[in-house]
């Protein structure tokens, strides 16, 4: 298995409170990638890193922002949570973004479950 | 949008039986990536096979095999001789790029359940 945590696994929060999540890999991989998952929707990338403080959005930024100070974080920060940024958080990591033998594909982490009330 | 399409949201298959789970997929080009991932209910989400778009040959690993329909833009799971352990929810999702975004896009998942 990839050496990929998420912290914390779960948590509970009010609305307008700030809120981050933390994403540590152990397998040196260059590309991280924050998804969320909600029933009938799949997981949607909301942004991804292609290096030390490189970021880029994804297809759901919005509310979102993100930081990677060193290769092996990845941190998701809700400014001001709503109730509709409750869901699940998946953090995924990958070695290349596009390649050969496999070096593309994204391995997951556990996930974070977040309700915001 | 480039769209992956997963049309069956729920099957049920016999414990060793086979059972084939669907996807679609749109797209403009010429060489991308499949992927099929696993769900259990511990929610961790689990690389199945690979397919690279440019070769013919369905990928296989152990009970797990595609049909990949480059011309019908299909990319179909089957699982032989289904386990209990194989319920799960199964997500088809494609990697493509497309002005320099390189984008895993998924289905909205198939729930397999495997009775005894």
């Known amino acids: 298995d990839a050496g990929i945590t998420q912290s914390p696994r779960h948590k509970v929060t009010e609305t307008g409170t700030p809120v981050t999540l933390r994403c540590h890999q152990t397998?040196?991989?260059?590309?991280m990638y924050w998804y969320r998952q909600d029933p009938g929707h799949g997981l949607r990338l909301i942004h991804y890193?292609?290096?030390?403080?490189?970021?880029d959005k994804g297809e759901v930024s919005d509310g979102y922002s993100v930081s990677r100070s060193k290769t092996e974080d990845f941190l998701l920060t809700l400014e001001s949570a709503t109730s509709s940024q409750t869901s699940v958080y998946f953090c995924?990591?990958?070695?290349?973004?596009?390649?050969?033998?496999?070096?593309?594909?994204?391995?997951f982490g556990p996930g974070t479950r977040l309700t915001v009330l | 949008a480039q769209t992956v399409t997963q049309s069956q949201p729920e099957m049920s298959v016999q414990e060793a039986e086979t059972v084939t789970l669907s996807c679609t997929y749109d797209?403009?080009?010429?060489?991308?990536?499949l992927f099929w991932y696993k769900q259990p209910p511990s929610r961790q989400m689990i690389l199945v096979i690979r397919?690279?778009?440019?070769?013919?040959q369905n990928a296989t690993e152990n009970r797990f095999s595609v049909n990949f329909q480059k011309a019908a833009k299909s990319f179909s799971l089957k699982i032989s001789d289904s386990q209990l352990g194989d319920t799960a929810m199964y997500f088809c999702?494609?990697?493509?790029?497309?002005?320099?975004?390189?984008?895993?896009?998924f289905g909205k998942g198939t729930k397999l359940s495997v009775i005894p």
């Open positions: 995924a990591i990958s070695e290349s973004r596009w390649g050969l033998a496999g070096v593309d594909t994204q391995y």
């Open positions: 397998e040196n991989h260059r590309y």
């Open positions: 890193s292609y290096g030390v403080k490189d970021t």
């Open positions: 797209t403009s080009e010429n060489n991308y990536y």
């Open positions: 397919q690279e778009a440019y070769k013919q």
């Open positions: 999702a494609r990697l493509y790029s497309g002005a320099g975004s390189y984008q895993l896009t």
